[in-house]
């Protein structure tokens, strides 16, 4: 089974560096991007388990971002969580066609358990 991949968007290093730290101790492999614009070739070469994508990433934006992988027929599998200080974040998420959100500022064990809760359910 290996490792489940995770792919990170976010333009905040420090949110990509805590989030890989716990990530990792949890046993996933970590990939991150600061851009958006390139998703479909980063989906590509790191062909991740699941995408965890920030709302204001740059350039093209996380509800884009988000619908290029969805509209893709090798990604749209893949779950992501969009992730947003919006308090409209439920409805960003939707327009995205993201399959779950996580409201900013998240705690650590909202993440993890939003992560397992993802990619166990992409088991059965």
Not at 3 to 10: G, T, Y
Not at 40 to 49: A, G, R, Y
Not at 75 to 94: C, G, Q
Not at 100 to 113: G, I, V
Request: charged share 25%; hydrophobic share 40%.
């Amino acid at each position: 089974m290996g490792n489940k991949k995770i792919l990170l968007f976010d333009d905040d290093v420090n949110i990509l560096e805590v989030c890989t730290i716990i990530l990792e101790s949890s046993g996933y492999q970590v990939a991150t991007s600061q851009t958006s614009h390139d998703i479909i070739e980063k989906v590509t070469e790191i062909l991740p388990d699941l995408i965890l994508m920030d709302n204001w990433i740059p350039e093209i934006g996380g509800i884009k971002a988000t619908q290029l992988v969805k509209n893709h027929p090798d990604f749209k599998h893949i779950p992501v969580i969009y992730v947003s200080a919006n308090s409209d974040i439920h409805l960003l998420a939707e327009e995205a066609g993201a399959d779950s959100y996580l409201e900013k500022p998240f705690n650590l064990d909202d993440l993890e358990n939003q992560v397992k809760l993802m990619l166990d359910t992409e088991m059965h």
